[in-house]
């Protein structure tokens, strides 16, 4: 058994509302509480975005179907993170390579 977080009731574990109140419970599970899933795919998205954006894909369908709000949140705030490190990735890898193929073809303009 826990006890809703609006009214202070007992409420079976399973239950998605509390039968007293009506306030959602989370569906079984702490409302507040992350996943590791979700965390871990929010690190690495700073870490290694594309691995970061696999996890936190992954997370985010187990948070939905856990029916985790708050876990679903981070994780797409993960995935949001990971696209936006691998677009800047992408842009930095361009910009290097027009730079050095810039940087070779001013070489033999010199010599
Ligand atoms: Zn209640």
């Known amino acids: 058994m826990k006890y809703c977080s609006h009214c202070g ?3 079976a574990d ?3 509302a509390c039968p007293n ?3 959602k419970t989370g569906g079984g599970r702490d409302e507040n509480s992350l996943s590791a899933l ?3 795919g ?3 998205a700073f870490i290694m975005p594309v691995i970061g954006l696999i996890i936190s894909i992954i997370a985010h369908s187990n948070a939905k179907s856990d029916n985790n709000e708050r876990s679903a949140r981070f994780a797409k705030a993960g995935i949001i ?3 936006c490190l691998i677009a800047l990735y992408i842009i930095i890898i361009v910009a290097g390579v027009a730079c050095a ?3 070779a073809s001013s070489y033999s303009y010199y010599y």
């Open 21 to 23: 109140c009506g306030c």
């Open 81 to 83: 993170i990971s696209v």
């Open 101 to 103: 193929a810039a940087v």
């Open 42 to 44: 929010f690190v690495f």
């Open 14 to 16: 399973e239950a998605f």
């Open 9 to 11: 009731k007992e409420v």
């Open 38 to 40: 979700s965390i871990v």
